[in-house]
């Protein structure tokens, strides 16, 4: 299993460095920097720019230097835990964070838990029941859950909760909380306030998942082995927790790398439509205004989310079935 | 196969990869340290993967060094981590398919033997591993082991399940 892992970092590791590059070049191709886009909103704004000022910062914040020079300054950074300085907030990018880091990741790793959860009985009802009423009421809420752009069911909670019960579920957390330590008051509001964006975000997937699942475990119940196990009187309940289930479950823990940027994604819209004080409306405002090494921050943290989501899937899947498959060819 | 047996080894061009990846691990995790302050977070993640790829140059050194002998009565690795099992003493025969590979290709195998408190692990990039798979099978079956049905489909894959009664003991 060792060899198993180093390998695997081998990928992971590199991924990361050019993931980074990627980020970094992609943040520098609008024409530009930060300080042009400020003189440009500081004209409209009918002020004049000083330009020895600008200079000054131009060359205070290194962007008067090569872009690989940057890169570097940039990656060495990030690994002394300084992930730059923020130009718009003035303040170096881990102070104007705060939070959101952590909040963004609690907010993904429940919706992640909240899908498995969700997923897992329900799927294994509708392939043990298929064809019943169940199956046909629990298909069709899954499509409509497929269906309903995440925004919008935001949007429709929001507005239902509000006017009917008089709720309001905007934020992650009670406003009195928002400045204090974490405290046992605020943990219980920060788990209040997660429930709806997590049942909003983790819906679609939550039905993509349901579908899997089915068609995993109504396949595997279809093989000679499951005919075998009943016909010697193997108690059915055993029976399919034994091999069908674990083998339907794969796609569950190999579906992690591809669910991970799509809740990711989807966490950013949802965030901006709920204000969620998560790093997705602030890295779309830092995109906005060239705000480069806070962008790149919450880039290479969302990058760095997926790819150990990946690496952990995968880990856990050479755990659960080392198999060899058909198609595949082993060294030897 | 004879009473004295095979002697097989791991090729050394099979091993130069691993190698490699274990000298680029090293160099990625130990390069950056004189920059990261320590007992920083970024310290401590540099400090395990060296652990992990250094741990990993050990086990291929010691794969490099190691010659396995197989005979009709027992296989045993000679070497840095030298230890034998007895085939009639076979307790638990698992047979693992690892790859980094979405579609599961080019990946490799891993054959443990458990006698006692006694393990033997071999991979498939060792010479004529087939032949080791192939026995391994045979003292299983020989055995009444209850193999897990991965290291069936495995064993099965490899052509060497369900085992042959006309091959040669």
Do not use: C
């Amino acid at each position: 299993m060792l060899a198993y892992i180093v390998r695997r970092l081998f990928i992971a590791v590199p991924t990361l460095v050019v993931v980074s590059a990627i980020i970094f070049v992609i943040i520098q191709l609008p024409p530009g920097d930060y300080l042009t886009t400020h003189i440009a909103e500081l004209q409209s704004q009918g002020e004049a720019a000083d330009s020895g000022k600008i200079e000054f910062l131009r060359k205070q914040y290194g962007l008067d230097q090569p872009l690989w020079k940057q890169y570097g300054f940039w990656v060495l950074g990030m690994l002394q835990g300084d992930f730059g300085y923020s130009f718009e907030y003035d303040l170096p990018v881990s102070d104007v964070v705060g939070d959101r880091l952590w909040l963004s990741l609690l907010l993904n790793f429940s919706t992640v838990i909240f899908i498995w959860v969700m997923a897992f009985p329900i799927g294994f009802y509708s392939a043990t029941h298929q064809y019943s009423w169940g199956d046909h009421g629990l298909t069709f809420l899954g499509f409509l859950g497929l269906a309903t752009p995440n925004f919008l069911l935001a949007l429709v909670l929001m507005y239902v909760l509000q006017v009917e019960f008089g709720i309001s579920i905007g934020g992650l957390m009670d406003p009195q909380y928002a400045e204090q330590p974490m405290s046992w008051a605020k943990a219980v509001s920060i788990a209040e306030h997660l429930i709806v964006p997590v049942t909003v975000i983790g819906t679609a997937g939550t039905a993509g998942m349901i579908r899997r699942l089915r068609a995993n475990l109504l396949d595997e119940l279809q093989k000679q082995y499951v005919v075998t196990g009943r016909a010697k009187g193997l108690p059915n309940l055993r029976l399919l927790l034994k091999y069908p289930v674990r083998m339907s479950l794969n796609p569950f823990i190999a579906d992690i790398g591809n669910m991970l940027p799509q809740i990711v994604s989807g966490s950013a819209v949802v965030s901006m439509v709920m204000s969620l004080p998560t790093t997705g409306p602030m890295l779309i405002d830092a995109l906005r205004s060239q705000d480069m090494y806070l962008a790149g921050s919450f880039l290479m943290f969302l990058s760095l989310l997926t790819v150990i989501g990946m690496l952990l899937s995968d880990l856990a899947l050479a755990l659960l079935d080392p198999r060899i498959r058909l198609g595949g060819r082993a060294q030897r | 196969m004879s009473g004295a047996g095979v002697a097989l080894a791991y090729p050394a061009r099979s091993l130069w990869p691993d190698y490699l990846r274990a000298a680029i691990g090293l160099a990625i995790a130990l390069l950056p340290m004189p920059w990261v302050p320590p007992g920083s977070f970024g310290n401590w993640l540099l400090g395990l993967l060296a652990l992990l790829f250094g741990g990993f140059a050990v086990m291929t050194w010691v794969k490099h060094r190691s010659t396995v002998q197989m005979s009709s009565i027992s296989i045993r690795v000679l070497g840095p981590a030298g230890r034998t099992v007895s085939w009639a003493a076979l307790d638990k025969l698992s047979l693992r398919f690892y790859s980094t590979r979405k579609e599961r290709g080019h990946g490799w195998m891993q054959l443990k033997l458990v006698s006692g408190g006694t393990t033997i692990t071999i991979d498939s990039n060792l010479d004529r591993f087939n032949l080791v798979a192939a026995r391994a099978a045979r003292a299983a079956a020989e055995n009444a082991l209850t193999l897990d049905p991965t290291t069936l489909a495995n064993l099965e894959a490899l052509g060497v399940w369900p085992v042959d009664p006309e091959a040669e003991r």
